[in-house]
């Protein structure tokens, strides 16, 4: 991999920034085609990535805030995804921004929100509610408001 690198390959590298954004992009990859994820499916994936983090973490109370606080981190990456019928143009370029949009649904809607408060809703919905001092800000800190 460092050797694709320094020889200027980085596709790669590409792909898994994309994977940070759409999971399911070795998926679309591999069917050569594009995939429009339904809010539901999407929140399985989510479902599936709790799951994994309260194994490897546990499922005490240390175990839920560090899922919960690697979902949040993740979900501020993957509100970045257009959903395919709604875009004007394909594919969608991994700088694009999206503006605010009402999704097909409300959780699509949710899903989308580059709202801090809205990405708390959804680790509610997964993990139950936060702590009462809880506070989360994202490590990148340009792509998020309260």
């Known amino acids: 991999m460092f050797r694709s690198i320094s020889e200027g390959n980085n596709n790669a590298l590409l792909c898994c920034r994309g994977a940070l954004i759409k999971p399911w992009l070795f998926t679309e990859i591999k069917e050569q ?5 339904s809010s539901s499916e999407r929140f ?4 599936d990535f709790t799951s994994y983090g309260l194994e490897h973490w546990g499922s005490d109370t240390q175990g839920v805030e560090k899922t919960r606080k690697f979902l949040l981190e993740w979900l501020s990456f993957l509100c970045r995804y257009i959903p395919v019928g709604l875009l004007e143009h394909l594919p969608q370029k991994i700088n694009e921004r999206p503006p605010y949009y009402m999704g097909r649904d409300y959780l699509e809607t949710l899903m989308a929100s580059q709202n ?3 990405w708390i809703k ?17 490590k990148h800190k340009a792509n998020s408001y309260r």
């Open 33 to 37: 085609r594009h995939w429009d994820i």
């Open 116 to 118: 801090v408060d809205d």
């Open 44 to 47: 399985g994936i989510l479902k």
């Open 122 to 138: 959804i680790s509610e919905m997964l993990l139950g509610p936060v702590p009462t001092s809880f506070t989360f800000l994202p």
